[in-house]
């Protein structure tokens, strides 16, 4: 938690000291059931900022800030039955030249390989790298950051990248770029100079954004959408943005502390096209928000959390949210809850909230990072520390939905393969886009089919039929045309 201002670094401070008997518990969900998978050693890694991501290959990828062979933190997978391994240790290399602290997720691109960023590290006075890692756990160092003067090429990348339809990978730095406010780049997946499409803080005291640290997402217009954790009309909120693939920027809200303030968490779209995110403090109560904001940048403040005194319904999120296969959006807080160590929560496009769970610390606590939901139905997330080891841990949370499949890229042209990730498809005896049945179509593992789309004329649902059962897309296959 990157922390400026002096008010919000003491809430922060005296989070420890807060009696967990003080603490009144929210009311939870009784659908659910939560579940340890695995707590970090400090030999496998340590204090993960970043959330999970699913392979093609079924498994679950993620990263650690530090810990690790050399200390400098892991990139890892875990099944989701929780069988754990470390597949590489950053700080491998002299001055930490493969880079070290990897605070962002990872991405798995189309051509199967995953993509991340490390915070430190790196040839040029740790400022950060971009790096390619194979699921075997080889690793190729894509870029490393402030090779130019005064780091206009960007430094120090928080947020991870996210592949966008024309195949490049799109990001941030949190500082560097032509004003110091930090950039938002392309990259190819075989490495090169970023591409630098803006630069924050290009406008006088940086009413445009300062210091991204979410992860863009792609909208389904095709623009980029983010946040930034400074900057903005009010100086020191940060504000929301929209910015083509060529770099037109466009500023959509500037917080002003009332609705909310270090948007850190990023965006997700939801199925009914609109923009959902969390604010880490501030709003109504003074411990966060979720919001709710269109194309255009009209926001509404959904929920402020700590109701009261006590904030059984969690404080400070500092996570993107999901939407699940019902719906509802969901999300965690970094502290809060029946003992003070964080919240699962999940809460309706309405703003209606519910508490899930509350970490005790022994299984995990102060979630960073927020939830993904595995084509399973089941919810996988880590922790910044508790476990039995107080490093972090990784965990699941079946709220006992269906299994579903996802569809990567989410959207592409006839004629194009894509890839079906999901459960149980061995001896899948149906594809279909809609009504047609897709061309071309390999099972190439329990998890995995490639497909080729055929001659649909709109957006649908895919749907596959197996021994298991059938299994449909959520949301739909887009189009492109």
Same mark, same amino acid.
């Given at each position: 938690?990157?922390?400026?201002?002096?008010?919000?670094?003491?809430?922060?401070?005296?989070?420890?000291?807060?009696?967990?008997?003080?603490?009144?518990?929210?009311?939870?969900?009784?659908? &659910?059931? #939560?579940?340890?998978?695995?707590?970090?050693?400090?030999?496998?890694?340590?204090?993960?900022?970043?959330?999970?991501?699913?392979?093609?290959?079924?498994?679950?990828?993620?990263?650690?800030?530090?810990?690790? +062979?050399?200390?400098?933190?892991?990139? #890892?997978?875990?099944?989701?039955?929780?069988?754990?391994?470390?597949?590489?240790?950053?700080?491998?290399?002299?001055?930490?030249?493969?880079?070290? $602290?990897?605070?962002?997720?990872?991405?798995?691109?189309?051509?199967?390989?995953?993509?991340? !960023?490390? #915070?430190?590290?790196?040839?040029? $006075?740790?400022?950060?790298?971009?790096?390619?890692?194979?699921?075997?756990?080889?690793?190729?160092?894509?870029?490393?950051?402030? &090779?130019?003067?005064?780091?206009?090429?960007?430094?120090?990348?928080?947020?991870?990248?996210?592949?966008?339809?024309?195949?490049?990978?799109?990001?941030?730095?949190?500082?560097?770029?032509?004003?110091?406010?930090?950039?938002?780049?392309?990259?190819?997946?075989?490495?090169?100079?970023?591409?630098?499409?803006?630069?924050?803080?290009?406008?006088?005291?940086?009413?445009?954004?300062?210091?991204? &640290?979410?992860?863009?997402?792609?909208?389904?217009?095709?623009?980029?959408?983010?946040?930034?954790?400074?900057?903005?009309?009010?100086?020191?909120?940060?504000?929301?943005?929209?910015?083509?693939?060529?770099?037109?920027?466009?500023?959509?809200?500037?917080?002003?502390?009332? $609705?909310?303030?270090?948007?850190?968490?990023?965006?997700?779209?939801?199925? $009914?096209?609109?923009?959902?995110?969390?604010?880490?403090?501030?709003?109504?109560?003074?411990?966060?928000?979720?919001?709710?904001?269109?194309?255009?940048?009209?926001?509404?403040?959904?929920?402020?959390?700590?109701?009261?005194?006590?904030?059984?319904?969690?404080?400070?999120?500092?996570?993107?949210?999901?939407?699940?296969?019902?719906?509802?959006?969901?999300?965690? +807080?970094?502290?809060?809850?029946?003992?003070?160590?964080?919240?699962?929560?999940?809460?309706?496009?309405?703003?209606?909230?519910?508490?899930?769970?509350? #970490?005790?610390?022994?299984?995990?606590?102060?979630?960073?990072?927020?939830?993904? &939901?595995?084509?399973?139905? +089941?919810?996988?997330?880590?922790?910044?520390?508790?476990?039995?080891?107080?490093?972090?841990?990784?965990?699941?949370?079946?709220?006992?939905?269906?299994?579903?499949?996802?569809?990567?890229?989410?959207?592409?042209?006839?004629?194009?393969?894509?890839?079906?990730?999901?459960?149980?498809?061995?001896?899948?005896?149906?594809?279909?886009?809609?009504?047609?049945? !897709?061309?071309?179509?390999?099972?190439?593992?329990?998890?995995?089919?490639? !497909?080729?789309?055929?001659?649909?004329?709109?957006?649908?649902?895919?749907?596959?039929?197996?021994?298991?059962?059938?299994?449909?897309?959520?949301?739909?296959?887009?189009?492109?045309?």
């Amino acid at each position: 938690m990157q922390v400026t201002h002096s008010t919000k670094a003491s809430w922060l401070a005296t989070l420890s000291l807060i009696p967990a008997l003080m603490l009144a518990a929210a009311i939870p969900s009784s659908a &659910q059931t #939560f579940t340890s998978l695995h707590s970090f050693a400090g030999t496998d890694g340590s204090n993960p900022y970043a959330g999970l991501i699913q392979s093609t290959g079924g498994k679950l990828y993620g990263t650690t800030s530090g810990g690790g +062979t050399f200390e400098g933190g892991t990139v #890892f997978t875990i099944t989701t039955g929780g069988t754990f391994k470390s597949l590489y240790s950053f700080c491998k290399l002299a001055s930490c030249a493969d880079g070290t $602290d990897p605070r962002s997720p990872l991405v798995q691109a189309t051509n199967g390989n995953f993509y991340g !960023a490390t #915070f430190g590290g790196g040839p040029f $006075d740790s400022f950060g790298t971009l790096y390619q890692i194979t699921s075997s756990g080889a690793l190729t160092t894509l870029y490393t950051f402030c &090779q130019l003067s005064e780091c206009t090429d960007g430094d120090v990348p928080y947020g991870g990248m996210v592949q966008a339809l024309n195949g490049l990978l799109y990001g941030t730095t949190n500082g560097g770029g032509a004003h110091g406010g930090g950039t938002v780049f392309d990259i190819k997946t075989t490495g090169g100079t970023p591409n630098i499409l803006y630069s924050f803080c290009s406008l006088s005291e940086c009413t445009d954004g300062d210091a991204p &640290q979410a992860t863009l997402i792609q909208g389904t217009d095709g623009n980029f959408y983010g946040s930034t954790y400074d900057g903005g009309a009010f100086t020191y909120y940060g504000n929301v943005f929209k910015i083509t693939s060529t770099g037109t920027f466009t500023s959509l809200h500037s917080f002003d502390g009332t $609705d909310g303030d270090e948007p850190i968490g990023g965006l997700t779209q939801a199925i $009914d096209g609109n923009f959902y995110g969390t604010t880490q403090v501030d709003g109504a109560n003074g411990y966060g928000t979720v919001y709710k904001i269109t194309s255009s940048g009209t926001l509404t403040t959904l929920y402020n959390f700590c109701v009261s005194s006590a904030c059984p319904d969690g404080s400070f999120p500092e996570d993107p949210l999901v939407q699940g296969t019902d719906g509802n959006l969901y999300g965690t +807080t970094f502290s809060g809850g029946a003992f003070g160590h964080g919240t699962i929560f999940s809460i309706t496009t309405a703003g209606v909230l519910t508490t899930l769970h509350s #970490f005790d610390n022994t299984e995990g606590g102060q979630p960073w990072a927020g939830v993904i &939901q595995d084509t399973n139905g +089941t919810f996988y997330g880590t922790t910044y520390s508790g476990g039995t080891s107080n490093l972090g841990a990784v965990y699941s949370l079946s709220m006992g939905l269906a299994p579903f499949i996802k569809i990567n890229p989410p959207a592409a042209k006839v004629g194009a393969t894509v890839t079906i990730l999901g459960t149980n498809l061995t001896g899948a005896t149906s594809v279909t886009f809609g009504t047609l049945p !897709a061309t071309s179509v390999k099972i190439v593992s329990s998890s995995e089919i490639t !497909a080729v789309v055929p001659a649909i004329t709109k957006n649908v649902k895919v749907t596959v039929v197996a021994p298991g059962g059938t299994y449909s897309t959520y949301p739909v296959f887009r189009l492109v045309k």
